[in-house]
């Protein structure tokens, strides 16, 4: 079975940039998706992208679209998320999970408890 660990979060000012890495160990052959999602305290859970890992369509959540890059390295299991411009809203602990789905709608759930621990995001003003 598949497991996730996230890295790279930290603090950064507001028009900054941070890469987060996540790192798949065990088998990624029947995984259809990788995606991130969000977490701030008292907010809901927030899908932000998704790549599928069959033809490595990519998509976003409005609120990071423009701002934030996924991709992939199949070599390395490993799944990046490139955040440029970033605002103090994008303060959360972020996730990587696996989906069954890589939507436009970003509103796929991802399969439970398919995530890592987190890493923090903080943006200061």
């Known amino acids: 079975e598949v497991q996730f660990a996230e890295s790279g979060g930290g603090l950064v000012q507001a028009g900054g940039s941070l890469r987060l890495s996540c790192s798949a160990s065990?088998?990624?052959?029947?995984?259809?998706?990788i995606g991130w999602f969000r977490q701030a305290p008292g907010k809901k859970r927030e899908e932000i992208s998704c790549i599928s890992t069959s033809d490595g369509r990519k998509h976003y959540a409005d609120s990071v679209k423009g701002r934030f890059t996924i991709s992939s390295d199949d070599a390395k299991k490993t799944v990046y998320l490139q955040m440029n411009s970033l605002k103090p809203e994008d303060t959360a602990v972020y996730y990587c999970?696996?989906?069954?789905?890589?939507?436009?709608?970003?509103?796929?759930?991802?399969?439970?408890?398919?995530w890592g621990q987190g890493t923090q995001v903080t943006v200061s003003s």
């Open positions: 065990g088998s990624t052959l029947d995984v259809d998706a």
């Open positions: 999970a696996r989906y069954v789905w890589c939507l436009a709608t970003m509103r796929t759930p991802p399969l439970a408890g398919s």
